[in-house]
């Protein structure tokens, strides 16, 4: 089962569990639901001190995760969040993968809401993580067997896997014709802003034009209101040089390496 930072809608489940694991030669996720920071927010708030002061009226992501269980039964969760924005907002928090991941099993290991086997796998993931000497020194690799949290962190969000200039330009119905005005300069800046304002940037610029290129009839709202839509669209129509660039990312190479381990 997958847990994907995300509103829960048709759409989230036809990206994550139809979409993007075919795209990516998985096997289909059977159940899909979305959370938000805050719920991991909530779950560490009411399971640890934390070192910034928030607050939330979320429940906890474990507390989500106990109630799918009741409803329906599962062997191995994959949680996928955004790295940015820092998910403690509103401090002074920076965005930190490493120290999202250990949040996220400090919170699971301290929950009272988990059935037993999950409680003990996620105290035995955190303390294999905590004992490392660096982040790096992996000791094996996690597998999905009975009881597991699988953590991918998509950094800086999911929307880097989408980032390349000419393949958006492909996708958009842009390739050899003349950039409209507004079109986003900031593809390769370093330090560079977040994925999602480059690629709403560019939509947007498109959408400018007149006529309006085809791909407006298949998706016809701004980015920000319709995250997994564009996604699937720039997954189903990219180019062989895109395919391969999204193939490559980090977050293609993680998901792959977890999913296709077989169970110990």
């Not at 930190?96 to 999950?118: I, N, V």
């Not at 000419?166 to 119905?173: E, I, N, S, Y």
Request: proline fraction near 9%; hydrophobic fraction near 40%; glycine fraction near 4%.
């Amino acid at each position: 089962m997958l847990f994907a930072e995300g509103t829960t809608d048709s759409s989230l489940e036809r990206l994550w569990g139809q979409e993007l694991p075919a795209f990516l030669g998985l096997a289909p996720f059977d159940r899909v639901v979305g959370f938000s920071k805050h719920h991991m927010v909530a779950m560490s708030k009411a399971n640890m001190s934390l070192p910034h002061k928030t607050s939330t009226t979320s429940v906890g992501l474990d507390v989500i995760l106990a109630q799918e269980l009741q409803k329906k039964d599962f062997d191995c969760a994959i949680v996928a969040w955004d790295l940015v924005p820092a998910w403690d907002s509103g401090s002074d928090a920076t965005a930190c993968r490493w120290q999202d991941t250990l949040l996220l099993y400090e919170g699971l290991a301290r929950s009272q809401k988990l059935p037993p086997l999950w409680h003990q796998r996620a105290t035995e993931r955190l303390h294999d993580l905590k004992s490392r000497a660096q982040p790096s020194d992996r000791k094996f690799l996690p597998r999905p067997e009975p009881g597991t949290v699988l953590s991918v962190c998509m950094e800086p969000e999911f929307e880097g896997l989408l980032l390349d200039e000419a393949g958006v330009k492909a996708a958009l119905g842009l390739k050899g014709k003349k950039l409209p005005h507004r079109w986003p300069t900031t593809w390769l800046h370093t330090p560079a802003p977040r994925p999602s304002e480059t690629l709403a940037k560019a939509i947007e610029a498109a959408r400018s034009i007149q006529p309006r290129p085809p791909v407006f009839r298949k998706v016809r709202r701004p980015l920000r209101e319709a995250k997994h839509e564009w996604g699937r669209l720039l997954l189903n129509s990219a180019t062989p040089e895109f395919r391969r660039k999204i193939l490559a990312h980090p977050v293609s190479e993680r998901l792959r390496l977890l999913l296709a381990a077989p169970a110990r």
